[in-house]
């Protein structure tokens, strides 16, 4: 089993910036796993935010977080990021780190993903 644990959520400024890390644990080769992020929003489904391969030499973006945040991994700490830059009111959610064991592919569907974890709180005040 693996477990995913998500910090450095909080409550910030538009414009702040923010890094979340998430620490996987437990029976893990995170070495070999695509990782992801998604958020969501009160009222709204889970989105895809970021995800990276298993080197983190390929990522991918959602749209609305393209040239503000950027995905990049630890391997040799068993850890992922997600570093958030010129934070909007639009980006308040709460943030989950996501990964799978890596087939080529980086998926952008929540769905795709098998370990999860608990979630972060991101609130960015205007």
């Known amino acids: 089993q693996v477990q995913l644990v998500e910090s450095g959520g909080g409550l910030v400024q538009a414009g702040d910036s923010l890094r979340l890390s998430c620490a996987a644990s437990g029976r893990t080769s995170f070495s070999s796993y695509l990782m992801g992020w998604f958020r969501q929003a009160p009222g709204k489904e889970r989105e895809f935010v970021a995800a990276?391969?298993?080197?983190?030499?390929?990522?991918l973006y959602a749209d609305p977080v393209k040239g503000r945040f950027t995905i990049s991994r630890d391997n040799a700490n068993n850890t992922v990021y997600l570093q958030m830059n010129s934070l909007k009111p639009m980006d308040t959610a709460v943030y989950y780190c996501?990964?799978?064991?890596?087939?080529?592919?980086?998926?952008?569907?929540?769905?795709?993903?098998?370990?999860w974890g608990q979630g972060t709180q991101v609130t960015v005040s205007s």
């Open positions: 990276c391969n298993w080197s983190g030499g390929t990522t």
């Open positions: 996501a990964g799978r064991s890596s087939n080529g592919i980086i998926y952008r569907s929540a769905v795709s993903y098998v370990y």
